[in-house]
């Protein structure tokens, strides 16, 4: 499709948590429109496969990257895969949540969280927006949620890395606007993945990956922060309106209420 995207984010796009949900999404999506994709998460055998799908069914190239982005050492892993490769756009799609008391989660696992939902998107983009910025074009989407918006009991430390990732590409994209970076957050709702079922959460409401991708990409370039689905975006407009507290104890009963175990 020669639709200008491709020449504004391409040639290539590093897709982190591209084996599964809203990344695997967004890795299809981009390949569509001609851009050749660099595949990132730890499943090697699903990236694999992913990566010959693509090169088969849109004729792009497409390197599957086996890496835990836990690890202290991934963006050496990614660096090196990516060498020589003009990165036009990053999509920070990996992430999981953690749910339950705060008091009660052991530590390390909090530490695994933080580093894949903020210190990798945050390094990231801080290793691949250099170049972007010396092109004056390019991409980068940072998958955020909608319980960045509020903070949420049982998911607290969830919530605090996904404001993380929205306060930092909000920023980002009123910083980068003038070099010609677009960045935009992401803040979906329950999207029907894997996501919901590690978090026990129900599918009611929720909306395919592959709409929350082309609400994503829709906006690329046109505003800063998307919320699919008429639902979450009516829900985020009205909690501007009412004060925190309300907002915290709405969403925490929605999340309650929208829990499939106990
Ligand atoms: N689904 C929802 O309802 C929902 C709502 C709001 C926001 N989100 C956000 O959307 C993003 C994508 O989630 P999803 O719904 O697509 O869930 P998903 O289907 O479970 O996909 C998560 C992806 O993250 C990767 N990942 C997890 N831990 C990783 C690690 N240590 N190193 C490398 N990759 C890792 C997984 O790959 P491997 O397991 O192969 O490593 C997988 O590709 C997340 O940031 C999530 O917070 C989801």
Not at 36 to 42: G, K, Q
Not at 113 to 122: E, I, T
Not at 134 to 162: C, D, E, H, N
Not at 248 to 258: D, E, Y
Request: aromatic share 8%; hydrophobic share 50%.
């Amino acid at each position: 499709m020669s639709d200008g995207f491709a020449a504004r984010y391409g040639p290539w796009a590093l897709v982190t948590g591209a084996s599964s949900g809203i990344g695997r999404a967004f890795a299809h999506r981009l390949a569509a429109r001609g851009l050749n994709v660099v595949l990132a998460a730890r499943r090697a055998e699903r990236l694999e496969a992913l990566a010959a799908e693509l090169a088969a069914t849109c004729g792009v190239l497409a390197c599957p990257v086996p890496v835990d982005l836990c690890r202290d050492d991934f963006l050496d892993v990614i660096r090196a895969a990516t060498d020589g490769l003009d990165i036009g756009l990053l999509v920070n799609s990996a992430g999981y949540s953690l749910t339950g008391p705060f008091l009660d989660a052991d530590p390390d696992e909090m530490l695994r969280l933080f580093n894949v939902n903020g210190r990798a998107p945050l390094l990231l983009t801080r290793a691949f927006g250099p170049a972007m910025r010396a092109r004056r074009r390019g991409g980068i989407v940072m998958v955020s949620s909608v319980v960045a918006f509020v903070g949420t009991p049982q998911w607290s430390l969830y919530a605090a890395t996904k404001a993380f990732d929205l306060l930092l590409g909000e920023g980002l994209a009123a910083e980068l606007r003038a070099d010609g970076v677009d960045v935009l957050t992401l803040a979906p709702g329950t999207t029907r993945t894997e996501f919901l079922d590690a978090a026990g959460l129900s599918d009611r409401l929720s909306l395919s990956a592959e709409r929350v991708v082309d609400d994503a990409l829709g906006q690329l370039g046109r505003s800063d922060i998307v919320v699919p689905g008429w639902f979450y975006r009516g829900g985020t407009l009205a909690m501007r309106l009412l004060p925190r507290s309300v907002n915290r104890a709405v969403f925490g009963r929605f999340l309650a209420a929208m829990r499939t175990e106990e």
